[in-house]
Structure formats: C-alpha cells, structure tokens
C-alpha cells in the first residue's frame, strides 16, 4: 500500500524538542520532494518546511526562525523533522507529503505534537 | 511574507456551481505559481483535488476543476454534492521556494 506514516508527536514542555518522522511505503522514495504541513485543530492548514530529493535543498517557513530542521534518509525511505525551542504556538497535528513536480498527492494520518507544561 | 485570502465560508444548493477562489496579497496569481487545491473534512487528512492550476489529482471527479481567473486562482464545483460539503484550501508555490496555504473556505452544502 502507497502510504505515509507520520511519528514521534507527544506531550513535551516549552523550550523542548521532539522529533517527527515520517515513514513512506509502496513506492520509490527517492525522487520526491517532501513537505511538513501542520495544523492546530480546528483551524486551518500551514505550510512548515520541504526538503529536496537528495537532502541538500531545504525551505522554512519564516515562523521556523531556525528552531526546526527537516531531513531524510533515503536509504531508510524516511523523513524527519527535528524540533527545538518549541512554543506552545507550534502545539498542533503534524502532516508530511510527498511532492512530484508541484504535485502534493499524498498525505499521511499526522502526528499530534502538544507544547505545554 | 505574502498572504493567501480565501472566502472563509460560502454555501451552494445540491446540483449547483460553485466557484471558490484564492488572491495573492502580492499580486496576480499566475500558473507559475503552481496553484493547488486541497478538501478536508472533519478528523481527516487534507485530499489532494487540484495541482499545476488545473489537474486533477488521481480519483478526482471531473465535477471539480481548477483555473486562474482574472488575478485569483479558482476552483469550481459543478452539480455540487451533499458530501462535497468540507473546507476547501489552496496552496502556492512561491518564488524562492517557500509554499503558502490561504486561510480555507468553509463549504456548504443546503
């Protein structure tokens, strides 16, 4: 099956970092773009970060202001997303996509991340 | 940073059309920013309807289409459904590489 699976959200206090994954199945990993988007529930969808095909080209969102770091392990099929200083603004579900030529088709589940003490 | 403006809610009779549209606080829309357009209901993950203006995603109904209309992209839904009803986002691709959703439109369906 053709899927995304996102991980590693959970409860961690402001000022904290977590790391996100995401595992990709049923299809060739490498020749993709990959996008973070996040959403706090109950309101709308924004754009976080994407890294190129062989890892070396990333994009930030301004409100990233340095504190994440997105990556990929090709070899492992698997996306991460390294989050440090968090606040309790970033408190929200976290979705990875794939991306072919501006073609964002697939989505995972999401992981809920929560900054709160 | 550039501000993406949806209609945060609009409403359409069953079998109907309906256009949704997105503006950049930047300027004109153009197909070079790769407009996309997204339907999300309650508890799901986005799907993927629109991408590149005016293809539909893999298992789109062709009652769904996408274009640039004067300066904003749009999408249209033609002989609208009871399960259309859901919020709608579109996304673009801006110069430099950063990519910016519009605040969604809240769509129904009465």
């Known amino acids: 099956e053709v899927q995304l699976v996102e991980s590693g959200g959970g409860l961690v206090q402001p000022g904290g970092s977590l790391r996100l994954s995401c595992a990709a199945s049923?299809?060739?990993?490498?020749?993709?773009?990959m996008h973070w988007v996040r959403q706090v529930p109950g309101k709308g969808l924004v754009w976080v970060s994407r890294?190129?095909?062989?890892?070396?080209?990333?994009n930030y969102a301004d409100f990233v202001e340095g504190r994440f770091t997105i990556s990929r392990d090709n070899a492992r099929d698997t996306l991460y997303l390294q989050m440090n200083s968090l606040r309790g603004e970033d408190t929200a579900v976290y979705y990875c996509?794939?991306?072919?030529?501006?073609?964002?088709?697939?989505w995972g589940r999401g992981t809920l991340v929560t900054v709160s003490s | 940073q550039t501000v993406v403006t949806q209609e945060p809610s609009l409403s359409v009779t069953p079998g109907g059309t309906v256009t949704l549209t997105c503006g950049l606080s930047s300027g004109s829309v153009s197909t070079s920013d790769h407009p996309s357009w997204f339907q999300q209901t309650p508890g799901q993950p986005p799907r993927t309807l629109i991408y590149?203006?005016?293809i539909r995603s893999s298992g789109v109904p062709d009652r769904f289409s996408g274009s640039v209309l004067g300066n904003k992209a749009a999408l249209t839904i033609t002989g609208a459904q009871r399960d259309d009803e859901s919020d709608y986002y579109c996304?673009?691709?801006?110069?430099?590489?950063?990519?910016?959703f519009g605040g969604g439109t809240k769509l129904t369906v009465l």
């Open positions: 049923g299809f060739t990993f490498g020749p993709y773009w």
């Open positions: 996509l794939r991306d072919l030529y501006w073609h964002l088709d697939l």
């Open positions: 996304l673009f691709h801006m110069t430099g590489g950063n990519w910016v």
């Open positions: 590149n203006t005016n």
């Open positions: 890294v190129s095909p062989d890892g070396r080209g990333t």
